[in-house]
Structure formats: C-alpha cells, structure tokens
C-alpha cells in the first residue's frame, strides 16, 4: 500500500509540472547607436542601463563620425556627455528615456554635417532701389544684397544643397517679404558662380498668403520657414507682433516643393512680468487657413539639494502640464565655466514612475572629471523646459506634415 501510495505521487507531481509554463525568455538585448559628426563630438560619454552602475562608452571613429554603442537589457536608461560649450565653459547634458529615445541625442544630420565647407558666389538681378534679397542655404549660410551686387554665400555644406532667395520689398520703413526663388540640390564645387537669382524671371514666384487662427493667447510673433533633408531656416519674419488672435503668415506654393519639403509655421509670445515664453510649431505642406494652439506658461520647478560633496546634486521636481507631455528639461548656469542639463522622456517617466529630474553622482565612472560637474555655489541660475505635441524629440527631430510642437521655458535662480 505505502508502495502505490508513493507512485500515485510521483505521477500527480509529474502532472503537475507537465502543466507548469515556464517563464518567458528574458528580451533580447536593445543595442542602440548614438553618432555625432566631428564638429560635435563630445568629449566623454557614459550609459546607464535602467537603474544599474554607469558605464564609459569608447568612441568609434571613422570618415568623420563618431559613434557610441550601448546594449540595454532594460526598457528604459540614460545617456551622459560633456561638450566643450565655448572658451572655458562645459556642457554636462544627462538624458534619460527609452533606447529609442537616447538617439535622439545625436547630432549627425545632414542639414549640420559635413566638410570641407565651401564658399559660392552670385548675383541678384530685378530688385529695385527700394529691395533687398536674403540668399540662405543649409542651416546658417546666407548672404544679404542689393540688387546687382555680387554676393558670396560661405559656410556651404558639401554635397547637393538647396538654397532659397527671397526679395524683401521696404514699405512704410518695413522690408517685407515679396517673391521667392526656390532651387533644389545645387551641388558645385568650392568657389563656383552659381548662375544669377532674377526676380523678374518665371522662376520667382509670389508668396502665398493664408492666416492662423491662435488658440492660448491672443497675440504672438510669427513666423515661416523651410525645412528639406538639407536646409532648415525662418524665411518670413514679421517687423513686428501683430494683435489678435487672427495672424497672416507667408509661406512658399506648395507646387514649388519637392517631395519630403515641409514649411514650418511658428508663433511665440513672451507675456509682459513672466520670466519666459511659449511657443507652438506646426509643420505643413499646403498653406492654408490653420489654427494654432500654444500651452500654458510653463510651471516654475521646486528644488531639494540631494547633495553638496563630492558634487552639487539637485532634484527638481516639475507639476503635471498635459500640454507639455513629451519631454522636461532643466539646465544649470554656474558662472561661465559649467553647465549641467536634466532630460527625460515621458517614456521614461512612466516606466520609471517617477518625473523629478536628479543630477546623478558622476564621480566615480571611469573618466569624469569634477571640473564638469557643479560645486556648492551660493547660486545658480536655471532654465526649466517643457515639450509636448507629435513631432519628434532631438535637434533634428522626426516630423511629418501635420505634426505639432509645444514649447515652454521658464528662468529663475536658485539657491542649494
């Protein structure tokens, strides 16, 4: 009896585990790619998987890029890096998001990368005594003239490049924006004559008119530019804000575009005794009537000293805005030597269930220098952002025609 007793079980915990599922497989490694071209290489990067110890990253270099690798066994982590920001200042800058959110933190965009530079020479015919034309290419080559006065536009990116030529027209003492000429993909060498921008030609055409409806204010200052796979600039700027809810704005024929163009259509209002502003971008295609609608004033943060030694540590912690739900942002000032900036993703936020933004203890990854990080100074003074709509994060975000962006900051001081 004790016998069959025994075997019964043996059989019933054999069932048992036959009905037992293991667990899933743990996911596959996330390894993700953040590049930066030469200009904008930083100088020391460390990665963070989720909660666990910071890591150095090593640069790979080649052909004018450098690249940094990470593999994330986590949804969610962080990437740190110093940038030399100017004579004698450095730029800390932590991000915390998803991995697909940290390569967001990469400069290499055709529109900002490339060399060697080159400089182009030109001419602009059918301006009168009373016009000007704006000649721009890439991100921050443009040449102002008169008419038939030669022009050099430097600072050229090498490769295909679109430039845009727009005659400004000064009545009642203000220069506004007339006619356009749009070319795509000049591609000659350094020092070339590109052939002239007559004003009178078929290819200049009017600037469409259309208005904005603004919703969040009842005025702001806007604007018009143009973004292509390798030129991002404002092209039509207003003298001066005009009142109203009901704004006009200036945009390029849609048929003039080529495919992926898209014009952007910005306003931004600074409010009278508020220490900072407000913004909202829409990117389009076809200018139309449209309606705009701006977020609230950004919410100063409140602050907690986390720590004075071996660094100055803060917590900021930043109220909900619905209208901002993409990304917060904090930079600290510390005199003209140090910067210290705090991201993090919405993405990250939620997975994480926290939203203060903490400076992390850097001082013992392989690498960092304390000269980065900020001391127990009497003061700081900061700088708090919000970002909130469909376009994408980053300086060279992922957007599409219809895509939105909501912007807010807010300065102030602080003391630890």
């Keep these: 009896m004790k016998a069959i007793s025994l075997l019964l079980l043996a059989v019933m915990v054999a069932a048992c585990s036959d009905s037992i599922t293991p667990p899933p497989p743990p996911p596959p490694p996330n390894t993700i790619t953040v590049a930066y071209c030469d200009p904008y290489a930083p100088l020391w990067v460390a990665f963070q998987d989720g909660d666990g110890a910071w890591t150095r990253a090593q640069p790979v270099v080649s052909a004018g890029k450098t690249e940094f690798t990470h593999s994330f066994t986590t949804g969610r982590g962080a990437i740190a890096k110093v940038s030399q920001g100017g004579p004698g200042l450095t730029s800390l800058s932590i991000l915390y998001g998803t991995p697909e959110d940290l390569t967001t933190a990469s400069i290499n965009s055709p529109r900002f990368c490339g060399a060697p530079l080159k400089t182009l020479h030109g001419s602009v015919a059918g301006l009168d005594t009373n016009e000007l034309a704006l000649i721009q290419s890439g991100y921050i080559a443009e040449a102002l003239v008169s008419g038939g006065e030669p022009f050099d536009l430097p600072q050229i990116l090498p490769g295909p490049r679109d430039v845009l030529a727009t005659r400004l027209t000064r009545t009642n003492g203000i220069n506004l924006l007339s006619a356009l000429i749009l070319r795509h993909g000049i591609d000659v060498p350094n020092g070339a004559t590109i052939p002239v921008f007559d004003f009178t030609a078929p290819e200049a055409v009017a600037p469409v008119t259309a208005h904005v409806t603004l919703g969040g204010t009842d005025s702001a200052f806007v604007t018009t530019g143009f973004q292509t796979s390798n030129f991002l600039n404002t092209f039509s700027l207003p003298a001066q804000a005009?009142?109203?809810?009901?704004?006009?704005?200036?945009?390029?024929?849609?048929p003039r575009l080529a495919a992926g163009d898209l014009q952007i259509l910005r306003a931004n209002i600074h409010n009278a005794g508020f220490n900072g502003s407000r913004s909202a971008v829409l990117y389009f295609?076809?200018?139309?009537?449209?309606?705009?609608?701006?977020?609230?004033?950004?919410?100063?943060?409140?602050?907690?000293?986390?720590a004075r030694s071996p660094s100055l540590r803060i917590s900021a912690h930043?109220?909900?805005?619905?209208?901002?739900?993409?990304?917060?942002?904090?930079?600290?000032?510390?005199?003209?030597?140090?910067?210290?900036?705090?991201?993090?993703?919405?993405?990250?936020?939620?997975?994480?269930?926290?939203?203060?933004?903490?400076?992390?203890?850097?001082?013992?990854?392989?690498?960092?220098?304390?000269?980065?990080?900020?001391?127990?100074?009497?003061?700081?003074?900061?700088?708090?952002?919000?970002?909130?709509?469909?376009?994408?994060?980053?300086?060279?975000?992922?957007?599409?025609?219809g895509a939105i962006q909501r912007a807010a900051f807010v300065l102030g001081t602080v003391v630890p």
């Design 285 to 306: 295609r076809a200018p139309t009537d449209r309606e705009l609608v701006l977020g609230p004033e950004a919410a100063a943060p409140t602050f907690t000293t986390v």
């Design 242 to 254: 005009v009142p109203g809810p009901v704004q006009p704005y200036l945009a390029i024929p849609e």
């Design 318 to 401: 930043f109220a909900e805005q619905q209208a901002y739900d993409r990304m917060t942002a904090i930079t600290y000032q510390e005199d003209s030597t140090r910067q210290v900036a705090i991201l993090q993703t919405a993405g990250y936020a939620a997975l994480a269930g926290v939203s203060d933004l903490v400076i992390p203890d850097l001082s013992g990854v392989d690498g960092f220098s304390a000269r980065w990080a900020l001391t127990a100074t009497p003061a700081l003074s900061w700088t708090a952002n919000r970002i909130g709509g469909t376009a994408g994060l980053g300086l060279d975000p992922v957007v599409m025609d």
